[in-house]
């Protein structure tokens, strides 16, 4: 979404056309057919459905292969749970909190609640001045990154948290972690992007965010019963790369859509979208080669999404050349992550939502700040002076921030989630598995 939103100018031409005189009745619809285009409507409205094709059947997928066999119904059941009550949160106070119009730095106020005030002639602005789009669109669009983003996180302690606790925790997370630094990054009056950081799609706001979130939470929640003893791979490699190629065909309306237009900024997301992805795939499937004497299907859809996480933020700044150094960078690192660090530590990230989504949404938004000078191919540096150092440590300071928020929140959220409902089900019923046990279910019947 890159520095999105300009709210006062879009107040200003709201205000604009309010004030036409009305016995010029034509003169406010002529205006909006200048200013929207029914191709930048078309294609955020496609966008918005790929975003949701992420999520759902994506995400549910790629991490339900990844699981048990006896837990894959409970992972599909909290992904489409999940960003069902996102959905709902979103409308009602979500989107205002996030870009509700405060000169907050933090929070977007109380402006929007329940949706106050839009309708179907408000708009939205774009990157380009005078042309917006419909603002039931944009909130559509947001909603779909509201209700994937906590999604992700249930992937660090799949397989024994409750189905309470999980969507306890996603409401609060979503409160106080997700519309803060949604808002501090993307909108005009927000922390972050005042400092002139680059985050075009969510490498700040999504990845960075849910993975220390899940970080936190699989430290917390400790251990699945048996790791390192029981047989704990994946059951169906198979779903794991279907879930992981509707990420990535997903991924489009998640990153080009977040150009707002259907111009050749959209384009450029759109190629670096690939290239990165497809760099970090190979990437990671070399580096097992190497290290392991073969390359696994695992692997590559791990690096797939390596891939896609890295160029997040960094899609509609960087050059081709640079997508494809970022995603083998990031898919390099990552495995590090997930190879040696995690079992260095001893933590029981089951789907490795940190490693990859945390880790590598970090080297993407630190990345951008080097990729995206003219000199590296890149479009341009944010920050005034133009310097890639300075450029650079703007990144990392909103690291710096979204680290820190989150994980001192997340940490919070999960002991009150305790002691309301307890995080963890009885260790009897994560032996028998979840799906029986939290949801009366089985995904396979035999």
Known sequence: MKNLLKLSALAAAAAALAAVPALAQDAPAEAAAEIMDKGDVSWMMTSTVLVLFMTVPGLALFYGGLVRTKNMLSVLMQTTA???????????????????????????????????????????????????????????????????????????????????????????????????????????????????????????????????????????????????????????????????????????????????????????????????TAAAALAWAAVEAMTRGKASMLGVASGIVAGLVAITPACGTIGPMGALVLGVIASVICYFFVAVVKTKFGYDDSLDVFGIHGVGGIVGAIGVGFLSAPSMGGTGLFVESGSVIEQVMVQIKAVGVTVIWTGVISFILFKLVDMIVGLRVPADDERQGLDQTSHGESAYHY
């Open 82 to 276: 999940i960003a069902a009550m996102m959905m709902v949160i979103w409308v009602i106070y979500g989107y205002s909190f996030a870009f509700g119009g405060s000169s907050s730095p933090f929070w977007g106020g109380l402006g929007k609640l329940f949706l106050s005030g839009v309708t179907v002639e408000s708009t939205s602005a774009t990157f380009s001045d005078g042309i917006v789009i419909p603002e039931y669109l944009f909130i559509a669009f947001q909603m779909t990154f509201a209700a994937i983003t906590p999604a992700l996180i249930i992937g660090a302690f799949a397989e024994r948290i409750k189905f309470s606790a999980v969507l306890l925790f996603s409401a609060l997370w979503g409160t106080f972690c997700y519309f803060p630094v949604a808002h501090m990054v993307w909108d005009g009056a927000g922390l972050i992007f005042n400092w002139g950081a680059i985050d075009f799609a969510g490498g700040t706001v999504v990845h960075i965010n849910a993975g220390v979130a899940a970080l936190v939470g699989a430290i917390v929640i400790g251990p699945r019963i048996g790791l390192g003893k029981d047989m704990m791979a994946p059951h169906s490699m198979t779903l794991t790369l279907v879930g992981a190629g509707m990420l990535w065909v997903g991924w489009f309306g998640f990153n080009v859509g977040s150009n707002l237009e259907a111009t050749a900024g959209a384009t450029l997301a759109m190629i670096n979208t690939f290239l990165a």
